[in-house]
């Protein structure tokens, strides 16, 4: 995946020309800050604009759309776990760019055209992974199962009947999926699954070993797990490679900086919030995008080769940090703490404020764990890994799948602002 910075530089001149033509809003941006375009020529040059944020694209929406409606391909949103759905627009070329993208991090995670994937994650709903999932497997030649999220029956008569070698998958339904194996006789060490393909959910700790979650899987099941980190607003995926020292960076799609509260590059190793500019968008190309995700960078080539900069586990999100009794926590945090945990399968974290506008954390459990034995046990769990304990609340296994598989969502709803 190393580019030619020659390659690199001529797609986002292409990128300004197309922008500073055709999209109100960074006409408008360019003009109000006095930005001559024709002055931007290099990679280092980008630091002369200014970021755009997630406020910026909720608030003038359409005014980042490029080209008239009639020309738009597929109409998607963002997942808004935070805010209200953003709208995306994609031309026949950005279909076709998502297509490469996942062909290429397919391949980026071991993958080749005699591999057969199982899809356990929404392919309509107005989200663009499930489809870019589908368009990268056939681009790159090989087959798809398309079984969609949840469903443990469906999943595992899938995997006996069409012998997949590779699950994309949320990681945290990995473990429902080993549980309904076991309950039900399914012998899943002896499936044709070599490996799992991650969305959605961290599996690493900074340090690269995996974190609770990637442990709870790999501990049961003999498969190599790749974490991938990816937006919407990307329209591109970093992807592990087999070393699995971070998702390296597609240089022909994005230009990434990693920032810190400054707005200034952070250090190879250093934390920092990640930044990137979108190369052969039409549709809604983003100029140094700020996406409230919090990673590590790392920029020493890897030993799979490959030169682009990598970028470690999401270490939490700018908007989701919470104080609480005086800890500053992210949710992943949490997660991960929960995780470790046996006996629990299902959770919900409920984050609220206070009367003194100070946040709160509650988590939600089934009812059948509600002893004080384990109650204590989990009071000093979270003392010991967090130094803060959350309150607990039980409800029914029924009541608690129902709040966090709600219908009309895309993802399961493990984190909730109330
Ligand atoms: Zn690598």
């Not at 599996?203 to 937006?231: C, H, M």
């Not at 509260?261 to 250093?270: C, F, L, P, Q, T």
């Not at 983003?286 to 970028?311: M, N």
């Not at 010991?384 to 039980?394: C, D, G, I, K």
Request: glycine share 6%.
């Amino acid at each position: 995946m190393a580019m030619n910075p020659e390659t690199q530089k001529h797609a986002l001149q292409q990128l300004l020309l197309h922008v500073s033509n055709y999209s109100n809003y960074y006409k408008r941006i360019f003009r109000e800050h006095h930005i001559n375009v024709d002055a931007i020529k290099t990679v280092d040059d980008l630091a002369q604009l200014p970021f755009t944020t997630k406020d910026d694209l909720a608030q003038y929406n359409d005014d980042f759309l490029c080209v008239p409606k009639s020309r738009i391909t597929d109409f998607v949103t963002t997942s808004g776990t935070l805010s209200d759905p953003v709208a995306f627009y994609l031309t026949d070329a950005d279909v076709e760019r998502l297509a490469t993208n996942e062909a290429q991090s397919f391949q980026c995670a071991g993958g080749t055209e005699s591999d057969i994937y199982q899809l356990m994650t929404t392919i309509d709903r107005r989200f663009m992974a499930g489809l870019a999932y589908w368009m990268g497997a056939r681009k790159m030649g090989a087959g798809m199962i398309r079984v969609g999220p949840g469903a443990p029956f469906l999943q595992w008569e899938s995997i006996q009947r069409f012998s997949p070698t590779v699950i994309i998958a949320i990681p945290s339904f990995i473990p429902r999926l080993i549980d309904y194996a076991i309950a039900n006789d399914i012998d899943f060490r002896a499936s044709t699954i070599k490996s799992i393909i991650c969305i959605g959910e961290p599996i690493r700790n900074p340090d690269f070993t995996y974190n609770e979650l990637g442990k709870r899987i790999t501990e049961q099941w003999d498969v190599k797990l790749y974490s991938t980190y990816a937006s919407t607003e990307m329209g591109a995926a970093f992807t592990e490679c087999s070393e699995g020292k971070g998702g390296h960076l597609n240089p022909d799609l994005l230009i990434l900086e990693v920032v810190d509260d400054e707005g200034k590059a952070v250090k190879s190793g250093e934390l920092g919030e990640v930044v990137i500019t979108t190369l052969g968008v039409e549709g809604v190309p983003l100029l140094r995008y700020k996406t409230g995700d919090l990673c590590h960078v790392y920029h020493e080539p890897c030993a799979c080769g490959r030169t682009s900069p990598r970028l470690g586990p999401v270490v939490g999100r700018k908007q989701q940090m919470i104080k609480f009794k005086g800890t500053t926590i992210f949710p992943p945090a949490l997660f991960d703490v929960l995780d470790a945990v046996k006996e629990i399968d299902l959770y919900q974290v409920v984050v609220s404020k206070n009367e003194f506008g100070n946040d709160e954390i509650t988590v939600v459990l089934p009812m059948q764990l509600q002893t004080s034995a384990f109650k204590e046990n989990m009071h000093s769990l979270f003392k010991s890994r967090l130094r803060v304990s959350p309150a607990l609340t039980f409800v029914t296994a029924e009541e608690l799948t129902f709040r966090i598989y709600k219908q009309e969502k895309r993802k399961p709803e493990k984190l909730i602002y109330i």
